[in-house]
């Protein structure tokens, strides 16, 4: 593939035309309420971003004023900084805190406090770099993050996400989403045992495993050989019990130099064992900062997977509720049976009654004067009582089942894709985990009588655009630009289809119910 700084009209023209994608999925997200933020963001493909976490003494930020050559961030052993900072590259230097970056609509984060509260608004803010080479070549953002402790007196039970007044691991969430390359530091002192440090790893980043780099730090700080292979060893196992598989990812073991201009600390001073680490994992460093620098290349790779991977979520998004529909489209239409016989009973002997005693038909006027009259037309209003009974029964019904089925929208989802699920689809049943709350939401917030059905056209669309375009958008990224496959803006294997919804008439069926 070509690198960004290479073939940056690679990289935008693939933007373009994955942005233009976007463009087609928003009013099926928007219709189907796939996400409540969803669909601001979609059609927007972020800068490269790099994210840094670690524990507070990981030496996060001495690794950035590494990586940037200029210490732009402060660093020490005790806790430095409690804020998010994105640094970011630009013609002039420039400091955001989090009220003015909130109302910027230039850097992708006005949505920060509707997101996640006022709190986190004085928790995070930007540097605008000037005169960074590598900031301004790559258009790379690079976010350094609070130091993850675990804070005195709040253990087990007691920890919440909301410990720093806002939900970090939601933010961390966040950034991981969007982050092309992911920087997970520990340090000697503390290797995997800080709580929150493998919480983070285990929730937060469970889906991003492929943009994690865990990296052990400070390598330079072991005297002996032993006090390297206990802290290796402890981190390794404190990983192997929140990691649920039988090989670790790759630790990648370095140091940062004290001196920015100088890729290796002097190799006289220290002792012979950390003289050796020092030739040894300054390697490892340059695979780590190349890793870093490669973040734009990824961000043409994390783009076309995001595409690919948030159609195939919509897909199950509007499988599972069309399946839904269906079921209480299938139970409305059961109780309006019921309540247009118990009404139609009622009407025809009214009918009856009114009709003879209207016209005198002769043969019914000979019948005996006891005949039970009364009786008949007691029985009819009683049946008329009995519809509008049912029909009562009948919307409290569809409303029991539409709590229900959102309750247990698991059980939809496993009847949905029963085949797939028996062969083992694992990545079906992982973006389950991601789309589940976006159902339920969409299930909450959509009247029963408004839930949307599937269309014909939108299926085929997103179907089509699996087969076809994402393909096509692979071999650009590793190819370049080719006429065989260029994107048709029209998309001809849409355009030739009816536009007819699938007819599930539940809309109908709930107002005959009320009207009866």
């Not at 496959?485 to 355009?495: G, H, I, N």
Request: aromatic share 8%; charged share 25%.
């Amino acid at each position: 593939m070509a690198s960004f700084a290479e073939d940056a009209s690679v990289y935008q023209a693939i933007k373009v035309e994955v942005e233009s994608l976007y463009g087609l999925l928003v009013p099926i997200c928007n219709r189907f309420h796939f996400g409540s933020h969803t669909a601001a963001r979609w059609g927007r493909v972020s800068r490269p971003m790099v994210v840094v976490l670690g524990n507070h003494s990981a030496g996060k930020s001495t690794l950035i004023n590494h990586i940037l050559k200029s210490e732009i961030q402060k660093s020490g052993r005790a806790p430095t900084d409690s804020t998010f900072t994105i640094i970011t590259g630009g013609k002039k230097a420039e400091h955001l805190d989090g009220v003015s970056l909130s109302r910027s609509q230039d850097f992708g984060f006005s949505d920060f406090e509707k997101l996640f509260g006022r709190e986190f608004i004085s928790q995070v803010e930007l540097k605008v770099i000037a005169g960074s080479p590598l900031l301004d070549r790559t258009g790379l953002m690079i976010v350094d993050s609070p130091g993850m402790i675990d804070p005195p007196g709040n253990v087990g039970a007691a920890r919440t996400d909301m410990d720093r007044g806002y939900d970090f691991k939601r933010v961390v969430q966040w950034f991981a989403d969007r982050a092309d390359v992911i920087l997970l530091l520990f340090d000697p002192d503390k290797p995997g045992t800080t709580f929150e440090t493998l919480n983070i790893l285990t929730t937060a980043l469970s889906h991003v495993t492929q943009k994690v780099l865990i990296i052990l730090n400070k390598v330079d700080d072991f005297r002996t050989v032993h006090d390297f292979a206990r802290a290796y060893g402890t981190l390794c196992w404190n990983l192997s019990k929140v990691i649920n598989r039988k090989d670790l990812p790759r630790i990648y073991t370095m140091f940062v130099p004290p001196d920015l201009d100088s890729s290796h600390a002097n190799p006289e001073v220290g002792t012979e064992l950390q003289k050796l680490l020092r030739a040894d994992f300054g390697s490892t460093r340059e695979e780590v900062i190349k890793e870093v620098e490669r973040a734009p290349e990824r961000r043409i790779d994390n783009a076309i997977s995001d595409l690919k991977e948030n159609i195939q979520r919509l897909q199950i998004h509007l499988a599972v509720m069309g399946a839904c529909r269906q079921s209480l489209a299938s139970r409305s239409k059961m109780w309006r049976s019921l309540a247009l016989f118990a009404a139609a009973s009622g009407q025809l002997g009214a009918g009856l009654v009114a009709f003879t005693k209207y016209f005198k038909i002769p043969k019914l006027e000979r019948m005996p004067a006891s005949f039970p009259w009364k009786s008949v037309l007691s029985l009819s209003l009683g049946s008329l009582v009995v519809g509008a009974v049912t029909s009562w029964l009948g919307r409290r019904s569809v409303r029991t089942l539409h709590r229900k089925t959102a309750d247990n929208l698991t059980a939809v989802f496993n009847e949905r894709y029963k085949h797939q699920i028996e062969e083992g689809d694992q990545h079906l049943q992982s973006a389950w985990i991601s789309v589940e709350p976006n159902v339920r939401r969409a299930l909450e917030q959509i009247p029963i009588e408004n839930l949307p059905c599937e269309d014909l056209k939108e299926t085929i669309l997103l179907a089509g655009m699996l087969k076809t375009e994402i393909p096509n958008l692979d071999r650009k990224a590793r190819h370049g630009y080719h006429p065989d496959y260029e994107m048709d803006a029209q998309l001809p294997y849409v355009s030739s289809i009816p536009t007819a919804p699938v007819q599930v008439e539940i809309e109908s069926d709930v107002n005959q119910i009320d009207a009866n």
